[in-house]
């Protein structure tokens, strides 16, 4: 029964999706997928990630575990990132080819299909997040709904974490609150 | 009917909890030093050439809630005149993206939209494609190609790879090689008939995501392209508007 449901949701989908696709919505990936909601994970375009150039201030992070993640980008400990823990925010210097942070929320790198405008502030934004045009901050104690894209568990001194493109967070009723990270 | 075939076909533990079924582990896991000799050799023959053009049909998933999978289409076409300039044009949906690099500065347009932003870059097109990824988010297929081979380009050694065997891909005879490393699976299939050692296509798999979304690509590629003064640096046409990086600014908070 159950899924004779889910098949039918399916097929439901898909006759909305397809028959009535404008151009407006055909020109982003995500707005003509808006009936499947948020992407959970996405194909690597490429095998490596790249390898931080010599002169990038913020280059570390680009591990792809958890602890290398942890470590690599822990505020505050080793060399080779800026984020600063200061009163009640933390700053994060922008993650390695992440997205930013603004006005308490996560911005993710846009994908290739996505919307010309937003694709060029999305650049125009983390251009002046390196320049030091802009500051980030991910404010400790706001919560945002929806996960963040492209979290890992982290678990220390007895707590669970989750890590997001250089914050921490922890689950709470109401969504993923910014914590400070563990130290 | 065709709701019973989906039925049928549709896994129970897709409409549950996504976490990966894990089947039985390859009966082994071992890196042929064939396999990773033409990996090499496909990185040395990219690096040894002067200038190239190779244009992408490429095919990206991504995956939606209960593990639905989504794939967007697309087509590039990187220009590329070792050691300093670079010239990108990228293909999905409706947009079109460009990038040109001329050794001093890189410029991010999309036609479409009439606008571009311009960035100060220099060096190796390497260290531009690194640092776009760094410091800009832009991440760009096959660029990762040029890697392999390279002592210090820091690529992760494939804990495993095989060589398949020979096939035909349209009327090009290939061989199909099958890499694995943490968190990807990779395929490459190698045009080793000529001088250099080409990759004509190229399938990515994420296997850290329990529905493992692909890239795949096909290449062709053509080693004396026509470059004329202008390729490289970005001319805006009289409409087209520049973004400046002050006027970008985040809100601060």
Redesign the interface.
Same mark, same amino acid.
């Given at each position: 029964m159950r899924i004779m449901k889910f098949a039918a949701v399916l097929l439901g989908t898909s006759a909305l999706l397809l028959p009535g696709l404008s151009p407006a919505q055909a020109a982003g990936g995500k707005k003509a997928a808006a009936a499947y909601g948020k992407p959970t994970a996405r194909a690597n375009p490429n095998v490596n990630r790249p390898k931080p150039s010599a002169n990038a201030g913020h280059s570390a992070g680009n591990g792809r575990s958890a602890q290398n993640r942890q470590q690599a980008n822990r505020p505050n400990k080793g060399k080779g990132h800026n984020n600063v823990v200061a009163g009640n925010t933390v700053v994060v210097n922008k993650p390695a080819g992440g997205g930013y942070y603004d006005n308490g929320r996560y911005h993710d790198r846009p994908d290739w299909d996505d919307d010309d405008d937003d694709f060029l502030e999305f650049v125009g934004k983390t251009a002046a997040v390196t320049a030091g045009v802009s500051v980030v901050a991910a404010v400790i104690g706001s919560v945002v709904e929806d996960k963040p894209d492209g979290c890992q568990p982290v678990n220390a001194y007895g707590q669970s974490y989750l890590y997001c493109n250089g914050t921490y967070y922890q689950q709470v009723s109401q969504g993923y609150q910014v914590v400070a990270p563990p130290q | 009917m065709?709701?019973v075939v989906?039925?049928a076909a549709?896994p129970?533990q897709?409409?549950t909890a996504?976490t990966a079924v894990q089947g039985p582990a390859l009966p082994q896991l071992r890196l042929e030093p064939e396999a990773e000799a033409a990996l090499n050799r496909m990185g040395t023959s990219l690096r040894a050439m002067k200038s190239f053009e190779v244009a992408s049909d490429?095919t990206?998933?991504?995956?939606?809630?209960g593990n639905?999978k989504?794939m967007?289409i697309?087509n590039s076409t990187f220009t590329v005149q070792f050691p300093d300039r670079m010239r990108v044009d990228?293909r %999905? /949906?409706? +947009?079109?993206?460009r990038v040109h690099y001329d050794g001093q500065r890189m410029t991010?347009s999309?036609p479409?939209?009439g606008?571009?932003?311009v960035?100060p870059a220099s060096?190796k097109v390497a260290?531009v494609?690194?640092?776009a990824?760094?410091?800009?988010?832009?991440?760009?297929?096959?660029?990762?190609l040029f890697?392999w081979g390279d002592p210090s %380009? /820091?690529? +992760?050694r494939p804990t495993a790879g095989y060589r398949l065997g020979e096939t035909m891909l349209g009327d090009r005879r290939v061989v199909h090689y099958a890499f694995t490393?943490?968190?990807?699976d990779?395929q490459v299939w190698l045009d080793e008939t000529g001088a250099q050692t080409l990759p004509l296509k190229m399938v990515?798999?994420?296997i850290?995501?329990p529905?493992q979304?692909?890239?795949t690509a096909r290449y062709s590629w053509n080693q004396a392209p026509a470059i004329d003064a202008g390729t490289f640096t970005f001319t805006p046409g009289p409409a087209d508007k520049p973004?400046a990086?002050?006027?970008?600014?985040?809100?601060?908070?």
């Open positions: - | 065709l709701a989906l039925a549709m129970v897709a409409q996504p490429f990206a998933e991504r995956v939606y809630p639905h989504l967007s697309g990228m %999905s /949906g409706l +947009t079109h993206r991010v999309a479409n939209a606008r571009y932003i960035v060096g260290d494609l690194a640092s990824y760094e410091n800009y988010g832009l991440e760009f297929p096959l660029q990762d890697r %380009s /820091g690529v +992760t490393q943490p968190g990807v990779f990515i798999t994420n850290e995501h529905a979304p692909q890239f973004i990086i002050g006027d970008a600014a985040l809100s601060g908070k």
